[in-house]
């Protein structure tokens, strides 16, 4: 590395998070952390894990009806499946005695992808900020549902060859909610159009709809799909992990088809 | 629409089965590489390099090929832990993280738009073979960077100049190996050949292995998502050194910050509302 250079490295770390007041007697122990100004031990006394979480991310503590949003979101992604293919990945780890801290990140590596994944969630966010003004019914024409894509708009499309019944409730409760915003709304409107051709509202476009109400970012939506979906990964590949090898199925060879 | 078993019938066909051409383990006897049986085709007959190039992407190269990929890994992966994707591996040292973890999670910071060498070989393969095809069609050098979007004044280029040094100590020794090895130039590398160029005295921008990298797998006939997944763990030897490196060492103790060591630059300290 060229030390006659200057790249424009800063010399310092910075945050617009997190302020910590060294210990007197140590500048490396931290005597009271503030989280966008508020002391933590008076978050741990008075606000709860989704309000703190909200706070992390928007640097203000949210309104009664965007805290509730976001609780009955994460409450409503926290299992996915035990069929989901990031479920299935912890669960065959789980299964085969990896160790138990490595389960939740292969969980949440394989629910990275942008096809399903977390990754889907970004672009699914920003889909749905670039056509909030537009009516559902222009979009719908512009990204035709029956041009054979499972996804034919990220966040939207099909799962096992139909509407995903699970999230489409849960949408529709959502919605119910003071605090739910325009882009819920409009990823309704438009998977209610969409569903005549067997399509709807995934998961990823749900979490991303709700986090764009609650301006929680694109970027950070995806790793708060990832957040929100990590309980069950967790519970489900420890639940594996506690029984014997042989509990999981291992395809026998006249079910695994060599075709060079 | 209502549900019918055609709209299922994908996953009805797919349920409990597994069809596939990259191989099969036939336990106790042989496994098969795609065509190849590993043991009595491969084992012993080709490299490391061509067997992992064959499992990316179904293609068995040449040993000439296998040899250059192996020497490029051996670059891309320094053991210096200043390099990002390597402090993750010394901050997982002083951890004592598992060392899988520890090399799986430093190849996963370098899965990178800016450096790293696998994500970014895919952004520079489609930006070389992108302009080739504009290049073939009558655009000058000069309009082809033009084109480019501008960051600081300069022409943001994938594949040429580097975050944290103007030249890249890696071109001249892969020149001179790609030259042993017998490869002659392609049309990609004679672009970026001219694009080199022309940065260079534009902007003092030279090429990186990056953009080197590129054009060559470009003219060896790669798509840029085959190379991808070839090089996506090429950072790991120098992640698994830097771990190493922070193993014996007392925990927090790689490049330690204190409170005062981080600008805050958010709110102060305020009261909580009821």
Redesign the interface.
């Known amino acids: 590395m060229s030390e006659a250079e200057d790249f424009g490295f800063s010399d310092k770390a910075r945050t617009r998070l997190c302020l910590e007041q060294p210990s007197p007697t140590n500048p490396y122990l931290t005597e009271t952390l503030y989280l966008a100004g508020y002391d933590l031990q008076q978050l741990v006394q008075k606000r709860s894990f989704s309000d703190t979480l909200y706070l992390l991310f928007c640097h203000q503590l949210p309104n009664a009806a965007q805290s509730e949003l976001l609780e009955k979101l994460m409450t409503g992604l926290i299992c996915a499946s035990p069929r989901h293919a990031a479920s299935r990945a912890v669960m065959s780890a789980g299964i085969s005695k990896t160790n138990p801290e490595h389960l939740l990140p292969i969980g949440l590596l394989t629910l990275g992808g942008k096809q399903g994944g977390a990754a889907e969630v970004q672009l699914a966010y920003q889909f749905l900020q670039q056509h909030l003004n537009t009516t559902a019914e222009l979009v719908l024409q512009q990204n035709p549902a029956s041009s054979g894509h499972q996804h034919p708009v990220p966040g939207f499309g099909a799962l096992f060859g139909d509407v995903d019944p699970l999230m489409q409730k849960l949408a529709e409760y959502l919605l119910s909610l003071e605090g739910a915003g325009p882009h819920l709304r409009f990823a309704q409107q438009l998977a209610t159009l969409m569903a005549k051709d067997g399509y709807g509202l995934l998961d990823t476009g749900l979490c991303a709809a709700v986090c764009a109400d609650l301006a929680l970012g694109a970027r950070e939506s995806v790793a708060l799909y990832q957040l929100f979906r990590a309980p069950g990964l967790i519970a489900l590949g420890m639940e594996q992990s506690h029984l014997p090898i042989h509990a999981l199925p291992l395809l026998e060879d006249e079910h695994y088809v060599f075709q060079p | ?1 209502s ?1 019918s078993p ?6 009805q066909q797919k349920r ?6 990259i ?2 383990w ?1 336990g106790g006897d042989d496994v ?1 590489v ?2 190849y049986s590993l043991l009595k085709d491969l084992f012993q007959q080709v490299s490391y390099m061509q067997l992992q190039v064959l499992n990316a992407t179904g293609k068995l190269i040449s040993p000439e090929l296998g040899r250059w990929l192996e020497n490029n890994f051996m670059v891309m992966s320094y053991p210096d832990a ?1 390099i990002w994707c390597n402090q993750v591996g010394a901050f997982a040292g002083t951890l004592k993280t ?1 060392p ?2 520890a090399t799986v999670a430093g190849c ?1 910071a370098a899965d990178s738009r800016v450096y790293g060498g696998s994500q970014t070989s895919e952004h520079a393969m489609r930006f070389i073979q992108q302009t080739l095809l504009k290049y073939k069609a009558g655009q000058s050098i000069e309009a082809l960077v033009a084109a480019a979007p501008v960051k600081q004044g300069k022409p943001a280029i994938i594949g040429f100049a580097r ?4 030249t890249d100590e890696r071109i001249a020794p892969h020149q001179q190996m790609t030259e042993a090895l017998g490869f002659s130039k392609g049309e990609h590398m004679q672009l970026a050949d001219l694009l080199a160029e022309h940065m260079q005295q534009h902007y003092g921008m030279g090429i990186n292995i990056g953009g080197y990298t590129a054009a060559f797998m470009s003219d060896q006939g790669f798509s840029p998502e085959e190379v991808y997944r070839i090089k996506n763990l090429c950072v790991a030897s120098g992640v698994t050194a830097c771990y190493q490196d922070q193993l014996t060492e007392p925990e927090h103790s790689f490049l ?15 009261p ?3």
């Not at chain 2, 055609?6 to 996953?11: Q, T």
């Open positions: 629409m549900s055609d709209n299922y019938f994908l996953w409990g089965n597994i069809v596939t051409s191989g099969k036939v098969q795609r065509q200043r598992s899988t973890a996963l975050p944290v040094a103007r330690p910050w204190r409170c005062d060591d981080i600008e805050y630059q958010g709110h102060g300290p305020r909580l509302p009821d």
